[in-house]
T-cell receptor, first 114, second 111 residues
Framework: NAGVTQTPKFRILKIGQSMTLQCTQD?????MYWYRQDPGMGLKLIYY???????DKGEVPNGYNVSRSTTEDFPLRLELAAPSQTSVYFC?????????????FGQGTRLTVV | EDQVTQSPEALRLQEGESSSLNCSYT??????LFWYRQDPGKGPEFLFT???AGEEKEKERLKATLTKKESFLHITAPKPEDSATYLC????????????FGAGTTVTVRA
């Protein structure tokens, strides 16, 4: 089992450029999440999804978009990159439903906007 | 809004020197409290889930406990390999699928 796979691991973007961070999981999990982690700030939720075709905003959604066309994939789109989006991005998935199950995280994407 | 506060921000221990990390939380109703370990450059790795006050879970040198307002992660006789950032997260009650994280406690254990 690969678990949660994120690509790329590192990326440098120029201000105003766009990119998509890829996330795929092979555990047939319903719930998927995107977090960003800034030094000393913990993990902040950007968007989440409870199943294919269903997405919702988290704490810090501005400047990002997501889609969930399949159970496995949950890409995060940055349309007009800004220096404030420099961060480490983590994708996570969990089984969910009525039980409060643990989340599994990818290895992260370190993004720098210059 | 759910709030999770972890203390201290950083903890430096000598090998064998036991200590505790604190996670205080405010939620409308607790569905589950999670502890994760995060190594530099890696994603968080699951340690424990606690569901109700009075519950305790153990794994090697780590023991997590839960009250109605906070959770503690006790590290007994730590080793250098226990050095990591420890994150606490909560899920509020039914119908809320989000996990809210604290900022973490960075533990450094010196040999």
């Amino acid at each position: 089992n690969a678990g949660v796979t994120q690509t790329p691991k590192f990326r440098i973007l120029k201000i105003g450029q766009s990119m998509t961070l890829q996330c795929t999981q092979d555990m047939n999990h319903n719930y998927m999440y995107w977090y960003r982690q800034d030094p000393g700030m913990g993990l902040k939720l950007i968007y989440y999804s409870v199943g294919a075709g269903i997405t919702d905003k988290g704490e810090v959604p501005n400047g990002y978009n997501v889609s969930r066309s399949t159970t496995e994939d949950f890409p995060l789109r940055l349309e007009l990159a800004a220096p404030s989006q420099t961060s480490v991005y983590f994708c996570a998935s969990r089984w969910g439903a009525f039980e409060s199950t643990e989340a599994f995280f990818g290895q992260g994407t370190r993004l720098t906007v210059v | 809004e759910d709030q999770v506060t972890q203390s201290p921000e950083a903890l430096r221990l000598q090998e064998g020197e036991s200590s505790s990390l604190n996670c205080s939380y405010t939620v409308s109703g607790l569905r589950g409290l999670f502890w994760y370990r995060q190594d530099p450059g890696k994603g968080p790795e699951f340690l424990f889930t606690l569901y109700s006050a009075g519950e305790e879970k153990e794994k090697e040198r780590l023991k997590a406990t839960l009250t109605k307002k906070e959770s503690f992660l006790h590290i007994t006789a730590p080793k250098p390999e226990d050095s990591a950032t420890y994150l606490c997260a909560v899920q509020a009650n039914f119908g809320d699928y989000k996990l809210s994280f604290g900022a973490g406690t960075t533990v450094t254990v010196r040999a």
